[in-house]
T-cell receptor, first 113, second 111 residues
């Protein structure tokens, strides 16, 4: 199947700093990518839909100024967590759908101290 | 909005078949998916079915879809300890709309 990569796979940062997570589609072009957040032992929560060349669509309750999404090319979307706080600690997963199949990246575990 | 429901836990003995069930509410769903998630990892696409199909088989996996009852199931034949994971059911309406996920079923395989 298609491959979606994420970088970094884990990151620890201090409270108040910003962290950027990259999501790449390695063998296909993705005009749309999805960003999810997952808390321990819970399902995935959709944060936003990232569209190449235009603004992302955020789900209700997700602060767009805190979670900045940039989809600058057909193979790269980035999520920047700005002014991170301990409550932002979570597992962030991106996803893309080349056709009918939707593939997920391996996830990025963010820990804010 | 769309709601996808799954039972939270399932425990089976190694070698037995596992059946994980899922219900959804939106009859307009076009594709339904099954994903597997192991600890600390992303989601692995296992299989998916188009809404005009009743069944799809792929090696040890069999997906059954009852569109009238909005019920989807995943059967894993000859379940192995490596199948222990969380299984998510998801559906999508169309185009670039996001997937809607169930809460996941934790499958435990007893040796």
């Amino acid at each position: 199947g298609a491959v979606v990569s994420q970088h970094p796979s884990w990151v620890i940062c201090k409270s108040g700093t910003s962290v950027k997570i990259e999501c790449r589609s390695l063998d296909f072009q993705a005009t749309t990518m999805f960003w999810y957040r997952q808390f321990p032992k819970q399902s995935l929560m959709l944060m936003a839909t990232s569209n190449e060349g235009s603004k992302a669509t955020y789900e209700q309750g997700v602060e767009k100024d805190k979670f900045l999404i940039n989809h600058a090319s057909l193979t790269l979307s980035t999520l920047t967590v700005t002014s991170a706080h301990p409550e932002d600690s979570s597992f962030y997963i991106c996803s893309a759908r080349p056709g009918n199949e939707q593939y997920f990246g391996p996830g990025t575990r963010l820990t804010v101290t | 909005g769309e709601d996808v429901e799954q039972s939270l836990f399932l425990s089976v003995r190694e070698g037995d078949s596992s059946v994980i069930n899922c219900t959804y509410t939106d009859s307009s769903s076009t594709y339904l998916y099954w994903y597997k998630q192991e600890p600390g990892a992303g989601l692995q696409l296992l299989t998916y079915i188009f809404s005009n199909m009743d069944m799809k088989q792929d090696q040890r996996l069999t997906v059954l879809l009852n569109k009238k009852d909005k019920h989807l199931s995943l059967r894993i034949a000859d379940t192995q300890t490596g199948d222990s994971a969380i299984y998510f059911c998801a559906d999508v309406l169309s185009g670039n709309t996001p997937l809607v996920f169930g809460k996941g079923t934790r499958l435990s395989v007893i040796a």
